[in-house]
């Protein structure tokens, strides 16, 4: 039997099941108003109802009762958690009730869940008239506050072998590496890059791998340093790459308590340089003036495609707190292009079929003689013409849409 279309393996709080069956409730919170004379009710809508979602999984195999009482642990754990829904995905829940029953078998037993999860409420939607962009350069900034005391508690070379401490020497060099070709394709220069340099010496000094604390900063204030170079468009590029870092690592083999620690402080560092990248690059969406609608929305989509895949990433590791920061950063993120998108133009396709100057076409679609130089450049630069006095004829462009 094959899994439906869309679905992906479940977990609550990184403790993984296998699901059987799920349902999903909802609807609308309605009010019934009767008036004197009156024979039919006035309906007022309140707004949606809180989700539930009630699965049915299991845990079966010789380590089931291990497996188990972990799942049964993160379900009796205080507050809400990331539920990554087999079929809808990552949504952070709270946890109704549940029903454990275990039985023997012969592939060692097994232990069947029936949860009922509802949905925890999230932050409100911003107005039209709120400060979108300001709400999420705020979120930014303490998401990467998180993000360092998060690391704080979760790396450490005190009192370790050697080659542990040398291992998290080489991370953050590989970290450093990859910041510097970020700054070096966005082509700083005078006190800004003067600026990143001294971040980046920092970052580089040999006994700062064993300061926890000052490795956190050293490392944030490198990365934020970034965001004084360039303009927002390659800003947005550069942390989309960083977002990337960690995924070339080769995994960490052995099971020894050495072993354990050194995938701990590569999952704690890889997590902080994310964590500190994806705070920049909702900084950079914030500050980005978008020429259309289209490519407001493809920017957006793209960010939150990632930043949901780091919590997902979080939410396998056990990180609800690490979850929680992507998240939050998506969904601020979301609400700000989406409320200033709302207002851009939006793109259409204009076939033109001999050739002439931009200026020519320019003036043709929008009218605008006092701005006919500013839109023959506009077009000349999204479809990415050579020459502004031969616009090619015969081919599909794409302009603003006007009229």
């Not at 701990?264 to 003036?289: K, P, W």
Request: glycine fraction near 12%.
């Amino acid at each position: 039997m094959t899994a439906p279309a869309g679905w992906q393996k479940g977990s609550f709080r990184g403790a993984k099941f296998v699901t059987e069956g799920h349902e999903e409730s909802g609807g609308r919170r309605l009010v019934s108003h009767e008036f004197p004379q009156a024979n039919t009710p006035v309906l007022e809508d309140l707004g949606k109802k809180a989700g539930s979602f009630s699965i049915t999984c299991h845990i079966i195999g010789d380590g089931y009762p291990a497996d188990a009482d972990a799942l049964r642990d993160a379900l009796l754990k205080d507050g809400v958690g990331t539920l990554i829904h087999p079929w809808y995905g990552s949504m952070q829940v709270g946890v109704d009730n549940y029903s454990r029953t275990d039985s023997a078998g012969a592939d060692g037993g097994m232990a069947v869940f029936s949860i009922s999860f509802l949905e925890s409420g999230l932050p409100a939607v911003p107005s039209p008239t709120a400060d979108t962009g300001a709400i999420a350069k705020d979120l930014a900034n303490s998401s990467a506050e998180q993000a360092k005391a998060s690391f704080a508690k979760g790396f450490s070379v005190t009192g370790v072998t050697a080659f542990v401490e040398d291992a998290a020497s080489r991370l953050v060099s590989s970290a450093a590496i990859a910041t510097s070709v970020r700054v070096a394709l966005l082509g700083g220069v005078g006190p800004t890059l003067r600026l990143f340099q001294a971040n980046l010496g920092a970052i580089g000094a040999g006994a700062l791998v064993r300061d926890a604390v000052g490795l956190g900063l050293a490392t944030v204030n490198l990365i934020q340093s970034v965001s004084a170079i360039g303009s927002p468009f390659g800003l947005i590029g550069a942390f989309t790459a960083l977002l990337g870092f960690g995924g070339e690592l080769e995994p960490i083999g052995g099971d020894t308590p050495a072993r354990d620690l050194q995938r701990a402080n590569q999952a704690a560092y890889v997590q902080l340089v994310n964590a500190a990248a994806a705070a920049e690059l909702v900084r950079a969406i914030a500050d980005a003036d978008f020429a259309s609608y289209q490519d407001a929305t493809a920017t957006r989509d793209s960010a939150a495609e990632l930043l949901d895949q780091l919590a997902l990433r979080q939410a396998d590791l056990h990180d609800d707190a690490g979850a929680a920061i992507y998240d939050a950063l998506r969904r601020a993120m979301i609400a700000d292009v989406t409320a200033r998108g709302g207002t851009l133009a939006r793109l259409q396709d204009y076939l033109l079929l001999t050739t002439e100057p931009a200026l020519v076409l320019a003036y043709r679609l929008y009218g605008n003689a006092a701005g006919v130089a500013d839109d023959a450049t506009e077009i000349c630069a999204r479809n990415r013409i050579g020459h502004p006095g031969f616009v090619p004829g015969g081919q599909s462009l794409q302009v603003r849409a006007h009229g």
